[in-house]
């Protein structure tokens, strides 16, 4: 194997994975205050579509980056809205929010499928992904906020007797997580594709799902796991076109499997569980009782 | 001025407003689906006759709201034993798969037979293809722990990778044009039509006895109230010395079965075939469905088929009104929102100081 070729399928795997460590790390830190958001993929196609949208219409990088932040804030805030105040089940709250999500996103783009646009360079957002990442690790587990969140996560009861404002953290953590997954659509539309296609995150916010997961709530872990998994699905090309005769799908539910396994084998022991989930994640918060 | 607003549980929790909150939520939803219609430059009252009236306004049309609701209630009437129960089983579009692949299989593997067995050959081993892909996350929630509505919704990935691993691969039809998809089911696998010309099948009467038992169970035996009982509180349940595991395990079988046994009718009804997109999310939409009939089996006959007739009115919708047929999602998502967001005034009294 030559350099040339080594160097341009780890540009490769850079590029294809920014999506994955942006997501997986916003809702990494929705996790961590205790709250589990199944609507990534929502979140992510509309912001893809927004930010598309809005760089077609306006021809302004800015703009468009600005929409797709506000598209993840506002959807994002309903569901806090619903999970927290209202306490519905988060389950199916996320899926309804992933349901909507996608819809939304093909009603939206109907018009815009196939625009032509000038793309961004994928280099920008793949340093940021990586400055991410540290700060997140730095804030969880550094600094005061940081320790609150995660204190909201282990247990809402005691953080709110603490003095914490359990549900203010929350609705903060959810928006981070969803801004974030915005961020990833917004990525695949504007420098990764770029263009619009319905459903075109492919299923990406699922893998952003399991990769928190495998990576046991840890922001350097995410990194990793990212770029495993993102370097699996690189890997799978590639061996198919030097005729390695594996099917391509084992490849593809690798990144799946992998997480079944890492949840096994954290949830098997009290203690490695206790050390790694956060322990009210999924519990909804009910203050007047 | 500062308002405080506080949140108390009601103790005049009513049942009757619990049943009317899904009639609100479809109210709702179709209050804001005009706006919807609006920013789309669409007049609302000709769209939503579009979308919900014209699907069903001849007998073909009828026919195949009831081939939508079929799958949609069989896996919803599954999923209420675990929801029942307090588990969350997300995984039913897995399998729903791979009940599919195992009664397709079967088809497949007999495809030159003409025998009268091998239909119910295959729709057995849906149900045990659907309820093996289940027991994983069971066993795996029932002796290490593991959640469950990650394990699930991660093995649906898996399911539909193996699907497409066997009509791209070993079941491709040689025949096929190189496209991914298996041979047609020889005649005696396929599900029979209840009328010549219409694609209604024979799983409508596999849903109703399955809403019936569902309802005998719930209401006359003693694994329904169990059921009531560890969903309520799993404490309760595991000091009244029922074994709580084993809940677990039999409701996610059972639910298991009834996607199975949803995915292999789709196969061997509608489509005949295997191939790659057998199911336009009818696991994940069944969720709604179980919700929106509040896990009761009559209430999920209904709303199975409201939830049908967003398929089909998108689909009209996508021919005569030039919008995706995503517009559908988004009416699923708005009804599971606004039914979430109305329990809660069910639940609770809100107090303004």
Not at chain 2, 240 to 250: D, E, M, P, S, T
Request: aromatic share 14%.
């Amino acid at each position: 194997m030559n350099i040339e070729l080594i160097i341009g399928i780890l540009n490769i795997v850079l590029i294809s994975t920014t999506p994955l460590v942006f997501a997986g790390i916003g809702e990494l830190v929705t996790e961590k205050s205790g709250v589990l958001n199944l609507g990534l993929e929502g979140l992510m196609l509309v912001g893809a579509v927004s930010g598309f949208i809005t760089l077609v219409l306006t021809g302004n990088y800015f703009y468009s980056l600005l929409l797709s932040i506000i598209s993840g804030v506002i959807l994002s805030g309903i569901f806090a809205f619903l999970v927290l105040n209202l306490m519905t089940n988060q389950i199916a709250t996320g899926l309804a929010l992933t349901i909507f999500g996608i819809g939304l996103s093909a009603m939206l783009g109907k018009k815009f499928s196939g625009t032509p646009i000038e793309g961004l360079s994928p280099y920008y957002f793949i340093i940021i992904s990586f400055l991410l990442v540290l700060s997140v690790g730095y804030f969880l587990s550094k600094t005061k906020s940081g320790l609150m969140v995660r204190a909201v996560g282990e247990n809402h009861n005691s953080a709110y007797a603490l003095g914490y404002n359990v549900i203010k953290t929350r609705y903060l953590t959810i928006i981070f997580g969803g801004v974030m997954s915005s961020l990833a659509g917004y990525y695949i539309s504007i420098c990764y594709a770029p263009m619009w296609q319905e459903g075109m995150t492919a299923g990406r916010g699922w893998i952003a799902l399991a990769l928190v997961v495998f990576a046991t709530w840890k922001p350097w872990r995410l990194l990793i796991g990212a770029y495993i998994f993102g370097g699996v699905a690189i890997m799978q090309m590639n061996l198919q076109a030097i005729g390695v005769k594996l099917p391509g799908q084992f490849f593809n539910m690798m990144p799946y499997l992998a997480t079944i396994i890492v949840l096994v084998f954290i949830s098997s022991n009290k203690l490695r569980l206790k050390l790694s989930a956060p322990a009210s994640l999924n519990v909804p918060f009910e203050k007047n009782q | 001025m500062v308002y405080l607003i506080r949140v108390q549980l009601r103790e005049d929790y009513s049942n009757f407003i619990f049943y009317l909150s899904p009639l609100v939520a479809v109210a709702l939803t179709l209050f804001f689906g005009s706006f919807i219609f609006l920013i789309l430059d669409l007049s609302p009252i000709e769209s939503f006759k579009i979308f919900f009236i014209s699907p069903i306004s001849n007998s073909y049309g009828i026919s195949e709201l009831f081939v939508k609701a079929t799958p949609l209630a069989i896996i919803a009437l599954g999923l209420s034993y675990c929801f029942k129960n307090n588990i969350y089983n997300i995984g039913a579009e897995g399998q729903l798969t791979m009940g599919a692949i195992f009664g397709g299989g079967i088809g497949l593997l007999f495809n030159d037979s003409t025998s009268v067995f091998l239909l119910p050959l295959m729709i057995l081993f849906g149900a045990i293809g659907g309820a093996f892909w289940a027991t994983i996350p069971a066993i795996l929630k029932t002796k290490f722990n593991t959640n469950e509505i990650l394990t699930s919704l991660m093995l649906t990935y898996v399911a539909l990778f193996i699907l497409d691993y066997f009509v791209v691969g070993p079941w491709k039809d040689p025949e096929g044009y190189g496209l991914p998809k298996s041979m047609p089911f020889p005649e005696a696998g396929r599900l029979p039509v209840l009328f010549d010309g219409l694609r209604v099948h024979i799983g409508v009467y596999f849903a109703l006895i399955i809403c019936f038992i569902t309802y005998i169970v719930y209401n006359k035996t003693l694994f329904g109230f169990k059921l009531k009982v560890s969903g309520l509180s799993s404490k309760a349940s595991q000091y009244a010395g029922f074994k709580y595991k084993n809940l677990i395990f039999y409701t996610f079988v059972i639910s298991g079965a009834c996607a199975g046994l949803a995915g292999l009718f789709e196969v061997s009804g509608p489509i005949g075939l295997l191939y790659r997109d057998i199911s336009p999310n009818y696991g994940f939409t069944a969720i709604i469905v179980a919700f929106l009939g509040r896990l009761n089996p009559i209430g999920i006959i209904l709303s199975s088929l409201l939830i049908a007739l967003t398929y089909l009115g998108a689909e009209d919708a996508q021919l005569f009104l030039k919008i995706p047929s995503a517009v559908g999602f988004v009416f699923q998502g708005l009804v599971l929102f606004f039914l979430l967001g109305t329990d809660f005034l069910n639940k609770y009294r809100v107090l303004i100081k």
